[in-house]
């Protein structure tokens, strides 16, 4: 039980153009979300909180401009990338809480963005 | 607030030979404890949590951790490694009770040679 699904897993696009990053949680309700971002050999940086129905919760220096997360569904997120830069490539993963817990999070399997 | 430290970047090790991956954390509240397994390319599995009770941890793949609260560690262990054990290993803690979201170490690299 407990999967969550992360599409897509690689992309790669022109400097200047958006893209979006889905999160679905496969067989549970994910009330809240969550996205990092990792650069090479370095942790998750927590990036947003995603509250399902409300607006998302950015931590400090986040552009919430840039990267727009929208969570309409018990089992939908997705994070938008807008008008992408090279600074923007990286690792993006999403996490999904099965329960009220947020310290138990299950994980997708990432997506690796590369920005030309 | 509180903060991890993986003293380690980089383990390597022999395959069948035993592993510790170190973790340490300061906080000054009680605390849940985490180690995460990510292989190339993806994202992290948990291994195995304390949240309370025992403080020798079992988890997935043969792995277990020990929390020792006079000390602030929760070290990672598996007596013989294979191959497939090559992989990014994070430890994470949160404050315990289930609103705080955990904070990650830096990782660290385990890599098992033939």
């Known amino acids: 039980g407990a999967v969550v699904s992360q599409h897509p897993s690689r992309v790669i696009c022109k400097s200047g153009t958006s893209v979006k990053i889905e999160c679905r949680s496969l067989?549970?309700?994910?009330?809240?979300m969550f996205w990092y971002r990792q650069f090479p050999k370095q942790s998750l940086m927590l990036m947003a909180t995603?509250?399902?129905?409300?607006?998302?919760?950015?931590e400090q220096g986040v552009e919430k401009d840039k990267f727009l997360i929208n969570h309409a569904s018990l089992t939908l997120s997705t994070l938008t990338v807008t008008s992408a830069h090279p600074e923007d490539s990286s690792f993006y993963i999403c996490s999904a809480c099965a329960g009220a817990a947020k310290n138990i999070q299950y994980f997708g399997a990432g997506t690796r963005l590369s920005v030309l | 607030a509180q903060s991890v430290t993986q003293l380690d970047s980089q383990v390597p090790v022999f395959e069948e030979a035993p592993v510790e991956l170190r973790c340490n954390y300061s906080?000054?509240?009680?605390?849940?404890l985490f180690w995460y397994v990510q292989y190339p390319n993806q994202g992290l599995q948990l291994l195995l949590k304390y949240l309370s009770g025992s403080t020798l941890v079992k988890g997935i793949n043969g792995f277990e951790a020990e929390f020792n609260k006079s000390q602030t560690s929760f070290h990672l262990r598996k007596p013989s490694v294979h191959i497939s054990d090559t992989a990014e290993y994070f430890c994470?803690?949160?404050?315990?009770?289930?609103?705080?979201?955990?904070?990650f170490g830096r990782g660290t690299s385990l890599i098992v040679h033939p």
């Open positions: 994470a803690v949160s404050e315990s009770g289930g609103s705080y979201i955990p904070t």
């Open positions: 067989d549970f309700q994910a009330t809240t």
């Open positions: 906080s000054s509240v009680s605390v849940y």
């Open positions: 995603s509250n399902e129905g409300s607006k998302a919760t950015y």
